[in-house]
């Protein structure tokens, strides 16, 4: 287990009423048993929602739509966020609960 998945784990579970689980076979963070967070090529992916995904886009540099096939079918309300950025992944990952929990 990498570095930055133990930190994804620490992360999920700091969150109250988070519990780890998968996605499409790749770890994720859930609550209420609905994905919000999931961890993908040693990087972290946060649900936030289409409206937000354009913004976030241009925030950070290599971010992109989660493409957990890897067959150019990207989902729409999932981003995925480099490493470079991940001291924001806490705030992300509040803000992937928030949208959950709307």
Not at 65 to 81: F, T
Request: hydrophobic share 45%; net charge neutral.
């Amino acid at each position: 287990m990498t570095k930055n998945h133990q930190d994804f784990e620490s992360l999920v579970l700091s969150i109250v009423g988070a519990e780890l689980g998968n996605l499409f076979g790749k770890p994720c963070g859930k609550i209420n048993k609905k994905a919000f967070v999931a961890f993908f090529q040693d990087e972290m992916v946060f649900k936030i929602g289409r409206e937000e995904i354009s913004f976030l886009l241009a925030k950070y540099e290599n971010a992109q739509n989660w493409d957990p096939s890897g067959k150019g079918k990207a989902m729409k309300d999932w981003i995925q966020i480099p490493n470079d950025y991940q001291a924001d992944w806490p705030a992300l990952a509040n803000q992937a609960k928030d949208f959950l929990l709307a």
